[in-house]
């Protein structure tokens, strides 16, 4: 069985400040991992994911997160926020053949101008 | 190419009523997937189609839930009686392939159960 904790419910950033996202998971087996991004009113859409290739992934809209084993983390981060990142951010992971996923609580993010 | 596609996007009913949810997958996607959001907790896996076959219903919390796919197409999603803790996001999402990570998700069902 796989697990994802998201630290934090409320992340609140200024513009052009740093955003970071965290994620831990558990699983018994290789995991895959993604981040998922909610805009209000939107579904979810894939910012990025990790399928065992290269640890530091990149995705959409300049954000990038990175694989630690050890840590078995997978935090998110955006190096200068922008407004238009206000969302609700998802981590999942899947672990299973079906590729089911399971997710984190979720993280709400404000930017202040 | 169109996404996911669930209908309806809103839903408010009455305790007792049945609802049926819609998802039309992305066109050629054998893996169906529905989840659910309720208020204030993680996004939850509910079943998992493979094709017109129910390949994982797990996750579906009780019988007065029924998924149906028909003809490996379209999936339904009826909830009948309808109960307030039923009250959440529907949310439905495709893959083209077995062994395919990434799964496309659509805007969800906002279910309101009065």
């Known amino acids: 069985a796989q697990s994802v904790t998201q630290l934090g419910s409320h992340v609140s950033v200024s513009e052009g400040a740093l955003v970071l996202l965290r994620c831990n998971y558990s699983?018994?087996?290789?995991?895959?991992l993604f981040w998922y991004v909610q805009y209000p009113n939107q579904g979810l859409q894939l910012l990025l994911k990790?399928?065992?290739?290269?640890?530091l992934v990149k995705g959409i809209n300049g954000f990038e997160a990175e694989f630690k084993k050890s840590e078995t983390s997978f935090h998110l981060t955006k190096p200068s926020a922008h407004m238009s990142d206000a969302a609700e951010y998802f981590c999942a992971v899947s672990a299973s053949a079906d590729y089911k996923l399971s997710f984190g609580a979720g993280t709400t993010v404000t930017v202040r101008a | 190419e169109a996404g996911v596609t669930q209908f309806p996007s809103h839903s408010v009913i009455e305790k007792g009523q049945t609802v049926t949810l819609r998802c039309d997958p992305i066109s050629g996607h054998d893996n169906l997937y529905w989840y659910r959001r309720v208020m204030g907790k993680e996004i939850k896996f509910l079943l998992h189609?493979?094709?017109?076959?129910?390949?994982?219903e797990s996750g579906m919390p009780n019988n007065r839930f029924l998924a149906e796919r028909t003809g490996g197409t379209y999936s339904t999603l009826k909830v009948q009686p309808a109960e307030l803790e039923d009250s959440g996001v529907y949310f439905c999402?495709?893959?083209?392939?077995?062994?395919?990570?990434?799964?496309?998700f659509g805007q969800g069902t906002r279910l309101t159960v009065v």
């Open positions: 699983s018994s087996v290789p995991p895959y």
């Open positions: 189609f493979v094709k017109e076959s129910k390949q994982d």
């Open positions: 999402a495709s893959s083209p392939i077995a062994g395919y990570p990434e799964a496309f």
């Open positions: 990790y399928t065992s290739a290269a640890t």
